[in-house]
């Protein structure tokens, strides 16, 4: 029987080399905003962050929009 490399997955699939590169982007994001949101005592928004994952998109809209945190200040500890 013979097995194509996509269907076995791995670093073969077209999307293997791109995964550790979104994993490192979606637990920076994800690990900004959590500390943001419980250092502002959120933990609505705390909780919802730590169970949706959406690739570090809702944590920029927090971070960006909802809060509305300048570039500058995303590593303050204000």
Same mark, same amino acid.
């Given at each position: 029987?013979?097995? @194509?490399?996509? +269907?076995?997955?791995?670093?073969?699939?077209?999307?293997?080399?791109?995964?550790?590169?979104? /994993?490192?982007? @979606?637990?920076?994001?994800?690990?900004?905003?959590?500390?943001?949101?419980?250092?502002?005592?959120?933990?609505?928004?705390?909780?919802?962050?730590?169970?949706?994952?959406? +690739?570090?998109?809702?944590?920029?809209?927090? /971070?960006?929009?909802?809060?509305?945190?300048?570039?500058?200040?995303?590593?303050?500890?204000?």
């Amino acid at each position: 029987m013979m097995y @194509s490399n996509y +269907a076995m997955g791995g670093w073969f699939h077209p999307i293997g080399p791109i995964l550790p590169l979104l /994993l490192i982007w @979606s637990i920076f994001w994800k690990g900004l905003a959590l500390w943001h949101a419980g250092r502002r005592g959120q933990p609505w928004w705390f909780v919802i962050l730590l169970i949706v994952n959406t +690739a570090g998109i809702l944590e920029i809209i927090y /971070l960006f929009l909802v809060i509305k945190l300048k570039a500058r200040e995303l590593f303050s500890k204000k």
